[in-house]
C-alpha cells in the first residue's frame, strides 16, 4: 500500500512562478524523500529530510517537514521548463525499512 | 551519485513468452536491490526485495512464480516475468541503495524498462 499522499495530483504553472506540492503520510518516519521522475525515465533522488530537520535547502528546492501534522512539501522557486515531471515523496516502512512511495505530483511548467 | 543500469529499456514479446530484465549497479555494491512496477501516470509499487545470495522477498499480492527474481552477484540483479500476459505490460523499475561513500539510504534507479505483451 502507498504511504505517501501527494496533492495536487496535477499542476500547471507559469515559467518563473513557485510551485508547490504537498505529502501526508501516515505512520512515524525516520526521514522522508523527493525524488523526481520525467516520463518514462527512471527516478532522481533530489533531496532527503530527516524527521529532526524542519526546513531543508537544495538550489531552487525547499523541503519543509512537520511531524506533527505528519505532511511534507517540496517548493520550487523560480520554475524552468525543463522542471516539468513527476514528484514523488517517499518514507521509509518501518517494519522492513523499505523505500514507499506516494502517488505522486504531475507538474507542467507552461511557457 | 551512484549508477544503477537495467537493460533493455523497452521490450515487445508475444503473450506465453518469458522476458528477463537486468539491473546492474556500476560503481557499488549492492547486496539488496527493489523491483517496482508503475503503471502510466501512476505511482510506483513494490514488488519485491532482492537479496544477493538467498531468495527475494515479495510484496503480498505480488506472484513469486510469475516475477522469478535472481540476484546471484553483488552488482546484478534479474526480474524474469514469466508466461507473459497483455496484463503484465508495464513499466518496470529497479532500485538499489548505495550505503556507502557517505550516501543516507536513498535509493538509486535504474532508466526503466517498457513491457509490452502483445
Known amino acids: 500500500s502507498q504511504q505517501g499522499e501527494e496533492d495536487p495530483q496535477a499542476l500547471s504553472i507559469q515559467e518563473g512562478e513557485n510551485a508547490t506540492m504537498n505529502c501526508s503520510y501516515k505512520t512515524s518516519i525516520n526521514n522522508l524523500q523527493w525524488y523526481r521522475q520525467n516520463s518514462g525515465r527512471g527516478l532522481v533522488h533530489l533531496i532527503l529530510i530527516r524527521s529532526n530537520e524542519r526546513e531543508k535547502h537544495s538550489g531552487r528546492l525547499r523541503v519543509t517537514l512537520d511531524t506533527s501534522k505528519k505532511s511534507s512539501s517540496l517548493l520550487i522557486t523560480a520554475s524552468r521548463a525543463a522542471d516539468t515531471a513527476s514528484y514523488f515523496c517517499a518514507t521509509v516502512r518501518g517494519r522492513d525499512d523499505k523505500i514507499i512511495f506516494g502517488k505522486g505530483t504531475r507538474l507542467h511548467i507552461l511557457p | 551519485g551512484a549508477v544503477v543500469s537495467q537493460h533493455p529499456s523497452w521490450v515487445i514479446c508475444k503473450s506465453g513468452t518469458s522476458v528477463k530484465i537486468e539491473c546492474r549497479s556500476l560503481?557499488?555494491?549492492?547486496?539488496?536491490m527493489f523491483w517496482y512496477r508503475q503503471f502510466p501516470k501512476q505511482s510506483l509499487m513494490l514488488m519485491a526485495t532482492?537479496?544477493?545470495?538467498?531468495?527475494?522477498?515479495?510484496e503480498q499480492g505480488v506472484e513469486k512464480d510469475k516475477f522469478l527474481i535472481n540476484h546471484a552477484s553483488l552488482t546484478l540483479s534479474t526480474l524474469t516475468v514469466t508466461s507473459a500476459h497483455p496484463e503484465d505490460s508495464s513499466f518496470y523499475i529497479c532500485?538499489?541503495?548505495?550505503?556507502?561513500?557517505?550516501?543516507?539510504?536513498?535509493?538509486?534507479f535504474g532508466e526503466g524498462s517498457r513491457l509490452t505483451v502483445l
Open positions: 560503481d557499488f555494491q549492492a547486496t539488496t
Open positions: 532482492s537479496n544477493e545470495g538467498s531468495k527475494a522477498t515479495y
Open positions: 532500485s538499489a541503495r548505495d550505503w556507502d561513500r557517505g550516501n543516507t539510504g536513498e535509493l538509486f
